[in-house]
Structure formats: C-alpha cells, structure tokens
T-cell receptor
Framework: GAVVSQHPSWVICKSGTSVKIECRSL??????MFWYRQFPKQSLMLMAT?????????EQGVEKDKFLINHASLTLSTLTVTSAHPEDSSFYIC??????????FGPGTRLLVL | GNSVTQMEGPVTLSEEAFLTINCTYT??????LFWYVQYPGEGLQLLLK?????DKGSNKGFEATYRKETTSFHLEKGSVQVSDSAVYFC???????????FGRGTSLIVHP
C-alpha cells in the first residue's frame, strides 16, 4: 500500500530554535497533505491542510506564523515550528491524500522542546 | 460539532482473549465511522469502516457495527494475538468533509 514517511522521527531542541519536519509520499503524488498534532492521551487535532503550490489552510486557533507549512512538490510537505517553546512539545503527524481521496498517515514526529 | 469518545487505555490482555474497545460519537448529519490502527513506529492505517446504520465493518478478525440508536461503533475481536498490540483510533467523517475527527486512541497490549 501507499507509504508516507516523516523525518525526523523524533527531535529534541532548545527553546527559541526552529525545527523543520518533512512529510513525503513515497509512491504516489499527493496534491493535499494534512498536519495533525497529538498531545498525550488526546485526539489527533488537525492543524492545517496543505495544498501543493498554494498557501496552507490553517484551523482555527493555529498560528500560521508559528507553524510554517510549505508544500513545494506533489510528494513533499514541510512543517516548520518557529521559535519553539516547551508548550510546542507534542507528537506531529502528517497524512497525504491520493487521487482516490484515501488518506495515508505518516508514523509521526515527536518534538521535545527544552 | 463532531466528537469521538474512546475508552481509556491501555487495555492489557492475554493472547486469545476477547477484545472490546468502546467508541461513541456525536455528529452533525449522518457520519461514516472508522477504526484506524497504528503499529509501533508506523503511520495510522485504516482497519475497517462502516457508512450506514447496522453496517458491520470487518478486517483481520476485527469487527465493528454501526449502531445509530446508541451512537456507538465498538471494536471487537474474538481472539487477540501479540501482533495486535497497537494503538487503535476511532474516527468519523460527516457533512461531506474528507477530514476525519479522531478519538484519543486506545493502546492495546497483548501478552503471550
């Protein structure tokens, strides 16, 4: 089946630094990718919808200047957490939608901000 | 709005035990219901789904029946295996949205 990868799988950074997370669809093209965030023992919360070649659509309450999304190609979307703070520590999951509108999920990236 | 409530985990079972993971929902309109599974180190995978009342989704020995009267979609398996150890997410889609609303996930641990 279709595979979505994320890199890195986990990252530890100092407060104030920026962190970039990559999401790739490995064997299909994805015009639309999604970024989710999951706090411990909580649901996956949709942060933004990323469309190739256009600006991302952010969910209410998600700061677009804080979480920069770039979907530069049909197989790659990146999420950059700018000036990260401890409260940004979370599990970030991306998914990609294929031409049949099936969503495939990446394995997630765990971010810890010290 | 839409919401999904799952039982808290972890659920710990011995191999060959019977599994039930409860899921209830609230939704506008007539939702489709899903169970996703996430094995360690992997992405969420669709396990099964049901699109209308009384439908039963099934896959890999897992089953769930869409119960409109109780707004539930409980996941069951008659005999679990160690390889079933994973996190299970209940989810719904409604109102023409292609974006699922997820529950918080339930971790299942199966011991030999």
């Amino acid at each position: 089946g279709a595979v979505v990868s994320q890199h890195p799988s986990w990252v530890i950074c100092k407060s104030g630094t920026s962190v970039k997370i990559e999401c790739r669809s490995l064997d299909f093209q994805a015009t639309t990718m999604f970024w989710y965030r999951q706090f411990p023992k909580q649901s996956l919360m949709l942060m933004a919808t990323s469309n190739e070649g256009s600006k991302a659509t952010y969910e209410q309450g998600v700061e677009k200047d804080k979480f920069l999304i770039n979907h530069a190609s049909l197989t790659l979307s990146t999420l950059t957490v700018t000036s990260a703070h401890p409260e940004d520590s979370s599990f970030y999951i991306c998914s990609a939608r294929d031409s049949q509108e099936t969503q495939y999920f990446g394995p997630g990236t765990r971010l810890l901000v010290l | 709005g839409n919401s999904v409530t799952q039982m808290e985990g972890p659920v710990t079972l011995s191999e060959e035990a019977f599994l039930t993971i409860n899921c209830t929902y609230t939704a506008t309109g007539y939702p489709s219901l899903f169970w996703y599974v996430q094995y360690p180190g992997e992405g969420l995978q669709l396990l099964l789904k049901a699109t209308k009342a009384d439908d039963k989704g099934s896959n890999k020995g897992f089953e769930a029946t869409y119960r409109k009267e109780t707004t539930s979609f409980h996941l069951e398996k008659g005999s679990v295996q160690v390889s079933d150890s994973a996190v299970y997410f209940c989810a719904l889609k409604s109102g023409g949205s292609y974006i699922p609303t997820f529950g918080r996930g339930t971790s299942l641990i199966v011991h030999p």
